[in-house]
Structure formats: structure tokens, C-alpha cells
């Protein structure tokens, strides 16, 4: 089978022999056989880029289960959080994060595991606020909301298994642009990672928190303490967003995290 370029070729050459005699026909006639080419290959590039950015989000997600089993974990109604580690630890630190932000998920491969082995020594407390801030970047919109509103129903209806959810997400997390996953790709992940029944399912499929999670975001947004300042005095509220102890750490680099948990 010929290639579109192939046909086109061929058809260009019969175009051109077939034109006018005249040099200034047969010069315009090549220019649109050009243009002509142009667009097919620049349409086919697009198609294919398309094609490549939905597939990645055609299977299962892959589970991920390294996170330990026997983290204290639960919910927070009055900020809409997750709670993972003792009440008594010393140390609260509060992570806002979307799962479709790339930023978020560097913040999480950097950090994800000292986090959690300081919450196992008892050192810190952790609350991860789901929030939907990138939902217009997914294709279509919403993939930021749904997969929070799954996070939290998780912690609500099977919090031992928040963990793993939370870390399988960003392990895998979709290219900005695509459709992300489906409400029934984030409930074949639950119930991989052991998170069954027919509560977290419907929690999941009716976006049970949804309006919740939209409200936390109009509350992050609109919170001085969450907000960092540019150069020339706008103030903005961005993901990741991390606070130890109610204060901002304005810059998330190595470093931040040593004198709370030494590695």
C-alpha cells in the first residue's frame, strides 16, 4: 500500500506534466503540490502525536505497592485532607498537589519515600490536600477532579490503601493534553491495591467529593499563607504547595526536608 506522500508524489508529478506550458503555471501549480505536502505531513504528525498521547492512558494502571502497610491514614472532612501518620507527631506537614502536575510528581519521586519513612519513625505527620487546579489541562477537561475525588474516596472507604493509590497515580501519571483515566481505570486500581466494595466504587463513579474538593481549591487559592509572591508583588497559589508547621516553604528543593528527617 502506498503512503499518503507516495500518492501525493505521484500526483504532483502527473499534476505538473499535465499543467500549462507556460513557466509561471507550471511554477504555481508546484508551490500548491508543496503546500499540499506540507499539510499532509504536518496533519499526520498531529494525528499521530494525538494517537500516542490517548494510548498511554488505554490500559490499567499499573499498581504500585511499595508504600508500608501499617501507616496511620484517614480522612479530614473540615479540609478535605488525608491524614497519614500519628496524631501526636511533633512535625505537620501539609503537601497541596494535583495528579496531573509533572511538578508534583518529581516533588513525589524526591520526597514520596523520606515522607513516608518519617511518618513510620513517628517524626511526622502528613496531610496531602487533592486538589484540582490543572483540570482544564486534560483532553477533555476534569481528569485533575476525578482522580482526586478516587484519592479521597480511597481514604474514606479503604484508607489503609490511600498510600499505594496516591504513589500508583503519579507513578503513571497521563502527559498534560491527554484524556487521562477513566473513573473505571481509577476503580480497577483501587481494587488491584485490595481497596474493594461497593461503596468506594460508587464513591468513585458519582464523584462523591467533588464539590468538596472544589471548594478546598477556592480556599487554597484565596489563603495568604499558601500563596508566594514574584518579583513584582503578584501574589499566586501554584502546585506542589508545602507548609511545615504553618510555614510556606517557599522554595521545594533538596535540602528542605533534612531538618525535619535527616535522609
Given at each position: 500500500m502506498r503512503s499518503p506522500r507516495q500518492t501525493m508524489s505521484r500526483r504532483?508529478?502527473?499534476a505538473i506534466r499535465r499543467a500549462p506550458g507556460d513557466g509561471v503555471g507550471r511554477a504555481t501549480i508546484a508551490m500548491i503540490v508543496v503546500v499540499l505536502l506540507i499539510a499532509t505531513t504536518v496533519i499526520g504528525g498531529v494525528l499521530w502525536r494525538a494517537d500516542q498521547k490517548q494510548s498511554a492512558t488505554k490500559g490499567p494502571i499499573p499498581a504500585v505497592t511499595s508504600a508500608p502497610d501499617d501507616l496511620l491514614v484517614g480522612f479530614e472532612p473540615s479540609t478535605v485532607s488525608v491524614l497519614v501518620g500519628p496524631a501526636e507527631a511533633p512535625t505537620t506537614i501539609h503537601?497541596?498537589?494535583?495528579?496531573?502536575c509533572p511538578a508534583c510528581r518529581r516533588f513525589e519521586h524526591r520526597y514520596g519515600e523520606r515522607l513516608h519513612d518519617a511518618v513510620e519513625r513517628g517524626e511526622v505527620k502528613v496531610a496531602y490536600h487533592l486538589v484540582n487546579l490543572l483540570d482544564n489541562r486534560s483532553d477533555p477537561p476534569g481528569y485533575s477532579l476525578r482522580a482526586a475525588n478516587a484519592a479521597l474516596a480511597v481514604a474514606v472507604h479503604s484508607a489503609p490503601h490511600f498510600p499505594d493509590f496516591h504513589r500508583s497515580l503519579f507513578a503513571a501519571q497521563p502527559d498534560q493534553g491527554s484524556r487521562g483515566y477513566?473513573?473505571?481505570?481509577?476503580?480497577?486500581?483501587?481494587?488491584?491495591?485490595?481497596?474493594?466494595?461497593?461503596?468506594?466504587?460508587?464513591?468513585?463513579t458519582n464523584g462523591a467529593k467533588t464539590d468538596e474538593i472544589e471548594r478546598a481549591l477556592r480556599e487554597a487559592r484565596n489563603d495568604p499563607a499558601l500563596r508566594r509572591t514574584t518579583s513584582d508583588g503578584r501574589s499566586y497559589f501554584a502546585v506542589p504547595t508545602v507548609t511545615v508547621?504553618?510555614?510556606?516553604?517557599?522554595?521545594?528543593?533538596?535540602g528542605w526536608l533534612d531538618p525535619i528527617s535527616p535522609a
Open positions: 504532483a508529478r502527473t503537601v497541596y498537589e494535583d495528579f496531573l477513566s473513573d473505571n481505570q481509577l476503580v480497577g486500581l483501587a481494587e488491584r491495591l485490595g481497596a474493594v466494595g461497593p461503596e468506594l466504587t460508587d464513591a468513585i508547621n504553618g510555614r510556606l516553604v517557599e522554595d521545594i528543593q533538596r
